[in-house]
């Protein structure tokens, strides 16, 4: 399967990103869910994560700025971003939340002014 992420792009501080996550070539159903972020020169990070119903989870730096979110209807995974800061820039993937399916290419946020 693979994960393809999408909605990336340059983005003024204080603006908004929705990225979106759909499976390709397979009919993997996506469930329980996560966003990651490669930030330049540091490690791939989980920055929001959504398990099998609606429960989310954020890491604190993102907490109250960023929604993830699922639409069963779409076999797609959201990730609304507002009050976006530099620190957030990076490479934006998708995965499971214990990263088990091979790592697509992201999309690339790019948070400046």
């Known amino acids: 399967v693979q994960l393809q992420a999408s909605g990336g792009g340059l983005v003024q501080p204080g603006g ?4 979106s996550c759909a499976p390709s070539g397979s009919h ?23 398990d099998d119903g609606t429960n989310t989870e954020y890491v604190r730096s993102v907490k109250g700025r960023f929604t ?11 990730l609304r971003m ?8 990076g490479v934006y993937f998708c995965n499971t939340m214990t990263g088990t399916l091979p790592w697509g290419q992201g999309t690339q946020v790019t948070v400046s002014s």
């Open 68 to 78: 993830i979110s699922r639409d069963n209807a779409k076999n797609t995974v959201y």
């Open 28 to 50: 993997y159903r996506v469930r329980s869910m996560a966003w990651y972020r490669q930030a330049p020169g540091k490690q791939r990070e989980l920055v929001a994560l959504i």
């Open 16 to 19: 908004s990103l929705t990225l």
């Open 82 to 89: 507002n009050s976006l800061q530099p620190e957030d820039t």
